[in-house]
């Protein structure tokens, strides 16, 4: 059964950072590439950013481009984000989730989730 | 990048209705469409890819269509678990993916 966990989110001013983390299980991690999509507390699904299978291929979304890296451990199944120069509108409930592919992301045959991040004075 | 627009945004139904939501894209797309179920704080969950794939263990009743730049998620006849909230997704441009608006099926 595949399985996507995440954490690391929470309550952070705005300017700071948090790591988000997602462990995969489930199926061969390694072989596909994965995504976070975020959404904002009443509002629709926005991608975010992808990473492909090898790692060696990285994607962003204008909106969080230059703040946010997406990054990966194949050796431990791990997917992660960091997020830093954090916003207001950077609140949002944060998915990770799989492609069924390895070399870019198409469409999410799974999703985390969620977890929560939380940018407030 | 490709803009994705939905219609409705709110769809009032009932039961055993024929449902009908459109999706737009701003270009073409060809295929590379995913449509999505969301219930209220749960994940998405995938319905359709491909335009018109079924997802495995997705019911019968809900099918896609179209290519190009119009397309359509039908649920042809509702059940209650059905009243959620649906999104189409472009991966025809990979590095930079879209959602739709949403569309949000409530009961009548």
């Known amino acids: 059964e595949v399985q996507l966990l995440e954490s690391g989110g929470g309550l952070v001013q705005p300017g700071g950072s948090l790591r988000l983390s997602c462990a995969a299980s489930?199926?061969?991690?390694?072989?596909?590439?994965m995504s976070w999509v975020r959404q904002a507390p009443g509002k629709g699904l926005e991608w975010v950013s992808t990473?492909?299978?090898?790692?060696?291929?990285?994607y962003y979304a204008d909106s969080v481009k230059g703040r946010f890296t997406i990054s990966r451990d194949n050796s431990k199944n791990t997917l992660y984000l960091q997020v830093n120069s954090l916003r207001a509108e950077d609140t949002a409930v944060y998915y990770c989730?799989?492609?069924?592919?390895?070399?870019?992301?198409?469409?999410?045959?799974?999703w985390g989730q969620g977890t929560l991040v939380t940018v407030s004075s | 990048d490709i803009q994705m627009t939905q219609s409705p945004s709110t769809l009032s139904a009932s039961v055993g209705d024929r449902v009908t939501i459109t999706c737009r894209a701003s270009q073409s797309i060809s295929s590379w469409l995913a449509w999505y179920q969301q219930k209220p704080g749960k994940a998405p969950k995938l319905l359709i890819y491909?335009?018109?794939s079924l997802e495995s263990g997705v019911p019968s009743r809900f099918s896609g269509s179209g290519s190009g730049t119009e397309f359509t998620l039908t649920i042809s006849s509702l059940q209650p678990d059905d009243f959620a909230t649906y999104y189409c997704?472009?991966?025809?441009?990979?590095?930079?993916?879209?959602f739709g608006g949403g569309t949000k099926v409530e009961i009548k």
């Open positions: 489930g199926f061969t991690f390694s072989s596909y590439a």
């Open positions: 990473i492909n299978a090898s790692g060696g291929s990285t």
């Open positions: 997704q472009q991966y025809n441009s990979f590095s930079k993916l879209t």
């Open positions: 491909k335009a018109s």
């Open positions: 989730a799989k492609a069924d592919y390895g070399d870019y992301s198409t469409f999410f045959d799974y």
